[in-house]
């Protein structure tokens, strides 16, 4: 009976034992997974923070001879050795906001039909799959297009409301950027929609709410923080867009004085001027003038993209 017992002890010590041991190295690779999973974050960090010094430095002596008015000169003229970055600040702006104020429309009614009116089925495929395509289409191509397409209607229209035809211009680049981000947000807005908790919305069905009033009460509210990261995932986009722009956009750096001829007129972004010129910057101060222009664009999107993440983190929070 002793013996017995004996035998039964050191059974259960031996699984004991096994069982620490699979602990301990499970514990081991959960630590050392959770280490990888933190190293390459930080190493995200360290990459965009070494993009920030690089840039800073490359563009120090453009920053140390023309200061804070860099960004209020109103005159690029590299033979005068004059740098002014706010034409190009404004058509940034003005053509990614105008894209998304275009762009937001379509995304979210591609959002909600995909996601709650024809979630399934050919057509839903054939329209999900057209989406991502968009996304899929390299700028060139866009770019291409608009100067076949675009530009000729634009034009037409600009000399039946007796506008001088540039055809090329603020506008004609913001339309093709607005075809461009579509996808973004659209994507975005079906996953999200469709993750809505079908409990929700079949207790508004069982309450008396229309379709509408479900999308408007309830799908939207649930995922209002996720659409609104969509949009600034599209402005992310569209503000760092070269190519398409560029190909469109005219590449003139006088400012407009009236917003009607910015708006029809050729214009500049500082990606597109960047593009353009980057490789004709025969001085230093030229070249670091130019770079000093990545430098501003990498400090809008920043601030955007804070701007955004403090919106949404209060839409969450409501």
């Known amino acids: 009976m002793s013996y017995l017992t004996d035998t039964i002890v050191k059974k ?16 081991k690779w959960e630590n050392g ?59 940034t702006l003005l053509t990614s906001f105008i894209a998304l104020l275009i762009s937001i429309p379509f995304s979210y009614a591609i959002a909600i039909y995909l996601g709650e009116y024809n979630p399934k089925g050919w057509l839903s495929d054939l329209l999900k799959n057209t989406v991502e395509l968009i996304a899929a289409v390299p700028s060139v191509i866009y770019g291409f297009w608009a100067l076949s397409v675009l530009v000729p209607m634009i034009r037409s229209l600009e000399i039946k409301w007796q506008i001088a035809p540039y055809g090329v211009g603020i506008l004609t680049s913001s339309l ?39 999308i408007r009460k309830v799908v939207t509210p649930y995922t209002r923080s996720g659409l609104f990261a969509g949009v600034l995932l599209s402005l992310g986009r569209a503000l760092g867009e070269t190519m398409a722009v560029t190909m469109v956009i005219g590449n003139t750096s006088a400012l407009a004085h009236t917003f009607k001829d910015m708006l029809f007129g050729p214009g500049n972004t500082m990606a597109s001027v960047i593009a353009n010129e980057f490789t004709e910057a025969d001085h230093t101060e030229y070249l670091s003038a130019l770079i000093e222009l990545g430098l501003v664009l990498f400090c809008v999107t920043v601030i955007i993209n804070i701007i955004g993440k403090r919106i949404i983190t209060r839409f969450s929070n409501n």
């Open 12 to 27: 259960r010590k031996m699984a004991e034992n096994k069982r620490l041991a699979l602990s301990n190295a499970q514990l």
């Open 33 to 91: 997974f959770r280490g990888l999973l933190k190293a390459m974050a930080m190493v995200l960090v360290l990459i965009v923070i070494g993009v920030f010094i690089t840039l800073v430095i490359e563009s120090w002596a453009s920053i140390k001879a023309l200061g804070v008015g860099y960004l209020w000169g109103k005159v690029w003229d590299p033979v005068s050795n004059v740098y002014g970055a706010y034409p190009f600040l404004v058509g």
């Open 176 to 214: 093709i950027l607005a075809v461009m981000v579509i996808p973004y947000g659209a994507s975005l807005g079906i996953t999200l929609i469709r993750m809505t908790p079908s409990q929700l919305k079949e207790g508004a069905y069982a309450l008396g709410a229309t379709r509408f009033e479900v």
